[in-house]
């Protein structure tokens, strides 16, 4: 039953990394960036924050990636010999 619960887990942790890192954040940055700028007057800190997400998307990818792994590892627990 561990497993099971182990595995679906990691299953969502990797959805959620991806839609957040890819979809929310990189995604969202390019379309959010492309907004910024073909506004007429552009606002400095918008295209900062668009850039920013677009930078940290990786890295908050593996973030959550490596939280969801770290959950399942502890629900696992150690295997009996």
Do not use: Q, W
């Amino acid at each position: 039953m561990r497993e099971k619960i182990a595995v679906s887990l990691l299953c969502v942790g990797v959805i959620l990394a991806l839609y957040i890192g890819i979809g929310v954040m990189f995604i969202g940055g390019i379309v959010g960036l492309i907004k910024v700028v073909k506004a007429v007057d552009t606002p400095t800190g918008l295209v900062a924050l668009n850039i920013l997400k677009i930078v940290l998307a990786g890295p908050v990818t593996h973030v959550i990636f490596i939280i969801f792994a770290g959950i399942t590892k502890a629900i696992k627990g150690k295997k009996k010999e």
